[in-house]
Each structure stands twice: as structure tokens, then as C-alpha cells.
């Protein structure tokens, strides 16, 4: 129990309820190799995947950017498609905060939508005042289908399409009558104290201290 409140808030550690897949003694493991992989974020069917670092590089998901590292420390990754400015950074990061159905956090609607027209207002000023032109809003994906990844490692985030990954066979797709969009993501994390264990470690990552 004291390991358990030590560790709760680190996203390591993994409630046991199935003692065949997990055959340990105890309520609680550690997620050893916690970080080994990334978290894709599907905002249309709401569900949150876990994809291996290693298989990320080889399936060319994400485009890893870092050099070599001049010490024997290793670097963190890090990746093409990652925001790359404070500006693109809080829009994503209010994306995931204000989207209920995915349950990393919570805040009410009307805050992030006065916050998106507020950033993007701004950033458009921006770049008109500087520039002299008016800045073209771009979508990697429509509004409610967006597909964000976070490296729990870094904490990078960012956009990527979601139809590249359906392409590509990385995303699934099962229709489904039940499900409000229509369909379900096979990859998906779909035990609950899994599901949870994701969504803390998006937590973390993006350094998010707020109630869900």
C-alpha cells in the first residue's frame, strides 16, 4: 500500500486483475519499462493507444529528428511532427484538456473554445505585423477527427494525419452501431485500469496538475 500511494501519480504502476496474463502475487506491478513506447490520442472515436517506440521508428509514424548523443547519456527523441513553438504546443495541449470523451482532463467547453479563438486571433496578429500578410489556418485533420501523439520520454506532442495511419495499417477501423462515431480503433486500450494508466501518463508528460 505504501509503494501504491507513493507511485499512484507516476503512471507506472498497473493495477493486476487478471493473474493468468500477469501471474504475480499482489494487487500492484511495476510498469517497468514505462516510456518504452508512444501515446496516440484518436479524438473522433475517442480512444487512446500505446504503440512500441521501436515499432513508432520502423513504421515511420513519426519522423525521429535527434542527433547522436556526444555523452553516453542518451538523448531524448525527438520528432519531426512534434509542435515546435509555445503557440502550436498550449493549442494541442488545450485540445486534450478540453476533450471529455478522451478523460485526461476535464474543463468546461466554453473555456476552450474562448482560448482557441483568443490563440489563433493572436497568432494570425502576429504574423500580419510582422509579415504584412494574413496567416492561412491549416488542418492536418477535420475539427473532431483530430490524431495527437505524446512521448511520455520528452514530453513532445503534435498532430499527425490520422487517414496517413489508416494507410498505413497503424489504426484499425471496426464499425460499430453502438459507438457515436460510428466505429472503434482495434488498437485501442480498452481495460479500464490500463486506459487509466495511458491517460496518467499523458499526464505527466504534458505536466498536467488539474482534477479529471
Excluded at 486571433?121 to 494574413?134: F, P, T
Excluded at 489504426?171 to 457515436?180: F, Y
Aim: aromatic share 4%; glycine share 6%.
Amino acid at each position: 500500500e505504501k509503494v501504491k500511494d507513493a507511485l499512484k501519480d507516476d503512471g507506472v504502476l498497473i493495477r493486476m486483475s487478471d493473474l493468468q496474463r500477469y501471474p504475480r502475487r499482489g494487487k500492484y506491478v511495476l510498469a517497468v519499462n514505462a516510456g518504452d513506447s508512444l501515446i496516440f490520442l484518436d479524438f473522433k472515436t475517442s480512444s487512446i493507444i500505446s504503440i512500441p517506440r521501436k515499432e513508432v521508428i520502423a513504421q515511420k509514424i513519426l519522423i525521429k529528428t535527434n542527433l547522436a548523443s556526444k555523452s553516453n547519456k542518451p538523448l531524448p527523441d525527438s520528432w519531426k511532427e512534434e509542435a515546435k513553438n509555445d503557440i502550436e504546443r498550449a493549442q494541442l495541449i488545450e485540445k486534450v484538456t478540453s476533450n471529455d470523451k478522451i478523460g485526461i482532463v476535464r474543463i468546461a467547453e466554453k473555456q476552450w473554445t474562448d482560448y482557441e479563438d483568443g490563440i489563433e486571433m493572436q497568432e494570425a496578429e502576429n504574423v500580419k505585423n510582422l509579415w504584412g500578410v494574413q496567416l492561412k489556418k491549416r488542418e492536418k485533420n477535420k475539427k473532431g477527427e483530430e490524431f495527437l501523439f505524446v512521448d511520455p520520454r520528452s514530453g513532445a506532442i503534435g498532430e499527425i494525419s490520422r487517414k496517413a495511419c489508416l494507410d498505413k495499417g497503424v489504426l484499425t477501423i471496426v464499425p460499430s452501431d453502438e459507438a457515436e462515431s460510428g466505429e472503434l480503433i482495434e488498437e485501442a486500450t480498452v481495460v479500464a485500469d490500463e486506459r487509466e494508466s495511458l491517460a496518467q501518463e499523458v499526464r505527466q508528460a504534458l505536466k498536467l496538475h488539474l482534477e479529471c
